[in-house]
């Protein structure tokens, strides 16, 4: 089956911890993005990657890191997570062109 | 800022009436506008998609009605159904740039 898995659903941590949420796709699409998701605010581009090394900053950057060292994988990294990092977690990989996305089931990351 | 806007925030419909959800975009190179549904506990997925140079395309009971002069798009469901309350996100980019709508709370009464 076609699609994008994230790991962990669910994540409770505390602040100034390291963490890092997973992504994979197994449709080899080139194209792979993190959305955050907010109450009001719809969803917000965090990062996106056109291909294995290539990565560039969306809209709201601050406070994340990625890495696409292979094509299929695309991990989301909180160095010092804060409070406000608190929010519902997407990725999505498309195949190029105008081409709709496929996300993942999401992450729900708490930081207190 | 914002760059695209979408209204209403919630909806609620009879069983079998019209839902129509609007959005409007800033950007004239967006040149892709999908919608995507989403259900609860569940990420959004895409239901229907249009490029600019069509100003509709249907997709059984989901219509996009696109206007590039206005620099409007609406979703249009017909004959709404129960099993259509979710949440409706609209899009627009380009390339690897897509932007979303704060997203409609569509609740169909039965």
């Known amino acids: 089956e076609a699609q994008v898995t994230q790991n962990p659903r669910y994540l409770i941590t505390v602040t100034g911890k390291k963490l890092t949420v997973t992504c994979s796709q197994n449709m080899n699409h080139e194209y792979m993005s993190w959305y955050r998701q907010d109450p009001g605010l719809g969803l917000r581009q965090i990062y996106y990657?056109?291909?294995?090394?290539?990565?560039d900053k969306g809209d709201v950057p601050e406070g994340y890191k990625v890495s696409r060292k292979e094509k299929r994988n695309f991990p989301l990294i909180l160095e010092s997570p804060s409070p406000n990092q608190t929010s519902l977690y997407f990725c999505?990989?498309?195949?190029?062109?105008?081409?709709?996305?496929?996300f993942g089931s999401g992450t729900r990351l708490t930081v207190v | 800022q914002q760059q695209v806007k979408q209204s209403p925030q919630s909806l609620i419909v009879q069983k079998g009436g019209i839902s129509i959800i609007n959005c409007a975009y800033e950007?004239?190179?967006?040149?892709?506008f999908p919608w995507y549904q989403q259900f609860p506990g569940k990420g959004p997925a895409l239901l229907i998609a249009?490029?600019?140079?069509?100003s509709e395309k249907k997709e059984g009971r989901f219509t996009i009605s696109f206007n590039k002069s206005a620099k409007q798009f609406s979703l249009h469901i017909m004959d709404s159904q129960p099993g259509d309350s979710a949440t409706y996100f609209c899009?627009?980019?380009?390339?690897?740039?897509?932007?979303f709508g704060t997203g409609t709370s569509l609740t169909v009464i039965p």
């Open positions: 950007n004239t190179a967006f040149d892709y």
């Open positions: 999505a990989s498309h195949k190029g062109g105008n081409y709709g996305y496929t």
């Open positions: 990657s056109m291909n294995v090394e290539v990565t």
């Open positions: 249009i490029r600019p140079d069509v």
């Open positions: 899009a627009a980019g380009f390339g690897n740039q897509f932007y």
